[in-house]
C-alpha cells in the first residue's frame, strides 16, 4: 500500500449545545468588555451546556456525518473520540458512542486525548488504521468538548474563549488522492494546565494528597507564541511533504488573531482560512471538526480541492493533515 494513500472524507456533522452565551452576558459575570473580547480574540458568542452531556452532543453529530455519508453505521469499523471532558474514565467516549449510535461491536473503540490537537491526532490515528486492517472500512472520528465542565468561570483571562460543541467526520482510504502529515508535541504543565482531581483516600501512601480544582489556567501570551510558531511550522513542513501549500485552510478556533498571524507569514489570503470563531468560540478537540463540517455544508470547499486540517494546543501539542476533499 503507498505510503501516502489519500482519505476521503464521506461525511461531517456537528452538533452545538442550543444555548448561545454572548460578550455581553460575559459582561454579567467577570471584569471585560465586548470591545476587549471582539477585538483581542474575534469571538462575539460561544454556546455552553444547560444539561446537554457531551455523549449527546457526539452522538448528533456523529448521527449527521453518517447520514452525509450514506453508510450503514454497522460499517464503521474504527471510532476514535478526541476529547478531555467525556463522561466517564472508563467507559470511554468511543464506547459508549458504540452503543448510543447502533455501531457494531467488532469497532476498535477508543478516546483520545491532546486536548486542542485532539482531532488530528485521532484522524491521522484512524486512518493508520484503516491502513494497517483492511477489512475495516470506514472510520468514525468525533472531536468533541464540554470545556464549561473545566472553566473557571471567575478568570477572565480564560472564561471569555471557551464554548461546548462536537463534530463528526466519517472517511475512507483513497487510493487515487495522497495524504501528508506533521505531528508533534512539546511537554508543558506551567503554560496551559488543568489537573485531575482524585480524591479518594489511599491508606497506604504517605504522600500528601492535595486535592485540586479541575479547572483550566492559561498563560496566555505564552500559549498565543507558541500557537503562531507551530501553525506556521506546521504548515510548512507538511506542504513541504506535499509540494505545496492548500487550497483551503481549517485551523483550531482559538484565537482569529493567530490565524490572521500565521496567514501573514505563510504570505496566504485570508480567504483560504475558514472562521467560525466568532460564534462558537474556541471549543478545543471540537473546534475544528465543528469548523470543517460548516465549511462543507456552506459550499466553502468542493470535491477535488486540497485542504490543511491545523491543531495547535494543550501539551503542548500540534498537528497538520493534508488531503484532497
Ligand atoms: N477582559 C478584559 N481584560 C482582560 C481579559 C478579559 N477577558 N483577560 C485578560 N485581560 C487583561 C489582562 O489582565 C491584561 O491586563 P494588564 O495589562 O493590566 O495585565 C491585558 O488584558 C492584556 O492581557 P494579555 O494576556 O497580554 O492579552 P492578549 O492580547 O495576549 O490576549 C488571549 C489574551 C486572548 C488569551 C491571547 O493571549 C490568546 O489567545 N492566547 C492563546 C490562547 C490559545 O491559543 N489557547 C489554545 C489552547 S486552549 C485549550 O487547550 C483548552
Not at 481549517?250 to 490572521?260: D, Y
Request: with cysteine; proline share 3%.
Amino acid at each position: 500500500m503507498k505510503q501516502e494513500i489519500g482519505i476521503r472524507l464521506l461525511g461531517t456533522g456537528s452538533c452545538v449545545p442550543s444555548q448561545v452565551v454572548t460578550n455581553a452576558d460575559m459582561e454579567g459575570i467577570v471584569e471585560t468588555s465586548d470591545e476587549w473580547i471582539r477585538t483581542r480574540t474575534g469571538i462575539e458568542q460561544r454556546h455552553i451546556a444547560d444539561g446537554e452531556t457531551n455523549l449527546a452532543l457526539t452522538k448528533t453529530a456523529a448521527e449527521r456525518a453518517m447520514a452525509m455519508a450514506g453508510i450503514d453505521p454497522k460499517e464503521i469499523g474504527v471510532v476514535i473520540c478526541a476529547t478531555m471532558t467525556g463522561e466517564t474514565m472508563v467507559p470511554s467516549l468511543a464506547c459508549l458512542l458504540q452503543r448510543e449510535c447502533g455501531l457494531s461491536e467488532h469497532v476498535f473503540a477508543f478516546d483520545m486525548s491532546a486536548a486542542c490537537t485532539g482531532f488530528l491526532y485521532a484522524l491521522h490515528t484512524a486512518r493508520a488504521l484503516l491502513c494497517a486492517v483492511p477489512e475495516k472500512k470506514y472510520a468514525l472520528v468525533t472531536g468533541s468538548e464540554l470545556l464549561s465542565r473545566i472553566t473557571d468561570f471567575s478568570d477572565r483571562n480564560t472564561c471569555v474563549l471557551f464554548g461546548d460543541g462536537a463534530g463528526a467526520a466519517v472517511l475512507e482510504l483513497d487510493e487515487n488522492t495522497a495524504y501528508y502529515f506533521d505531528g508533534g508535541a512539546k511537554g508543558d504543565d506551567q503554560v496551559l494546565y488543568c489537573p485531575r482531581n482524585y480524591t479518594l483516600p489511599n491508606p497506604f501512601s504517605h504522600a500528601d494528597a492535595e486535592p485540586k480544582q479541575q479547572k483550566v489556567s492559561m498563560e496566555g501570551r505564552a500559549v498565543y507564541t507558541f500557537a503562531v510558531q507551530a501553525l506556521t511550522g506546521s504548515i510548512l513542513r507538511t506542504a513541504e511533504q506535499a509540494g505545496g501549500l492548500p487550497d483551503k485552510y481549517i485551523c483550531h478556533q482559538a484565537n482569529a488573531r493567530i490565524i490572521q498571524t500565521a496567514a501573514k507569514q505563510l504570505k496566504e489570503p485570508m480567504e483560504k482560512f475558514f472562521m467560525n470563531i466568532e460564534h462558537c468560540g474556541n471549543t478545543s478537540a471540537a473546534s475544528i471538526p465543528i469548523a470543517l463540517d460548516e465549511c462543507v455544508r456552506s459550499g466553502g470547499i468542493q470535491r477535488g480541492e486540497t485542504v490543511m486540517l491545523s491543531g495547535f494546543g494543550g501539551g503542548l501539542a500540534y498537528g497538520t493533515a493534508f488531503f484532497t476533499f
